[in-house]
């Protein structure tokens, strides 16, 4: 008796070796299912970035600990920095054409994120996410509180932020917090980043990379060796990028969290959050007291 598969017929003396090997494939299959299996990834290794520009903000930024970096439709980078011990900080911003602005701000600001029209800061001290003018970078209203919320982040229709003893919170535009997943330790330096149905995010006290789903089940968990990981994002293929300021390189992860690499950057010491600019494919990478840097992402 003969057996056909992919195009191989296989003599009955081979079929205890067959059965075996369809049952450790299925078996392979089966614990993949609902993990990292169903997303495609690129080779990492051709991913390349390459220095463009600095954004210069001025040479007076000694005190400064960029902790949030994101990018507004009209190309305007927005900055967040943090003093949590002195629960104050600053904001920042820098034009398409190089014009910055700058208000200081009373609540530390941590995480950034730009939302239906709104942009967001998260602010742990006080236990809320604002609401602040573009125009003038001064918070004016209060759009969630009740936790110490950290890193912040939307994927255009919800927002997400990861909070110190708490764990994920999934928010509508309304700032109502809707669903939770309670997580077993954060510390205060946690990042997160929201794109279409998946949540990436770091701790700085945890070795490794998460990604989770809207459901909550993760989805795979990327383990480092002596990286520490702070600010994460990815680009339109789901390559994920994470800031690792003890070495001052940038991470760059397979979209399946299967692999990953370091890449050193030139005019970065010690990146500590990122953005991604997918209309012209380019990092912006904030230093921890450094004017954020601009890197093109080439893909061969």
Partial sequence: MAVYISGNIIDSTQSNH????????LKMASQAQG????????????????????????????????????????????????????????????????????????????????????????????QEIGMVDIDDLEMYETFAKGYEFRGVSTNGTDIVSISKGKGISFMNKSGYIYKEFPLKSTNGKSFIH???????????????????NTIGKRVWLCELIDEVPYGVCTDMYGNVFVADRENG?????????????SQSVDEVDEPTALCFDKENCQLIVADKSRSPCIYQVIYR
Avoid at 67 to 73: E, K, N, S, V
Avoid at 194 to 212: A, L, N, R, S, V
Avoid at 249 to 260: F, H, M, P, Q, T
Wanted: aromatic residues 10%; glycine residues 6%.
């Fill in 18 to 25: 067959l059965r075996h090997y369809i049952h450790s494939r």
């Fill in 35 to 126: 993990t990292n299996a169903q997303i495609p990834t690129i080779n990492i290794d051709k991913v390349k970035l390459a220095y463009v520009k600095k954004l210069k903000l001025g040479s007076r930024l000694k005190e400064v600990n960029f902790t949030g970096i994101c990018q507004l439709p009209d190309k305007t980078v927005v900055l967040s920095s943090c003093d949590m011990a002195n629960n104050q900080g600053k904001l920042y911003s820098i034009e398409s054409d190089g014009t910055t602005l700058s208000s200081k701000c009373e609540k530390a600001p941590f995480g950034i994120t730009f939302f239906n029209e709104e942009l967001l800061v998260s602010c742990p001290k006080t």
């Fill in 194 to 212: 929201f794109d279409k149905e998946y949540i990436y995010y770091t701790d700085k006290q945890g070795p490794w990379i998460k990604c989770m």
């Fill in 249 to 261: 390189d940038i991470l760059i992860v397979a979209a399946d969290g299967s692999k990953y690499r």
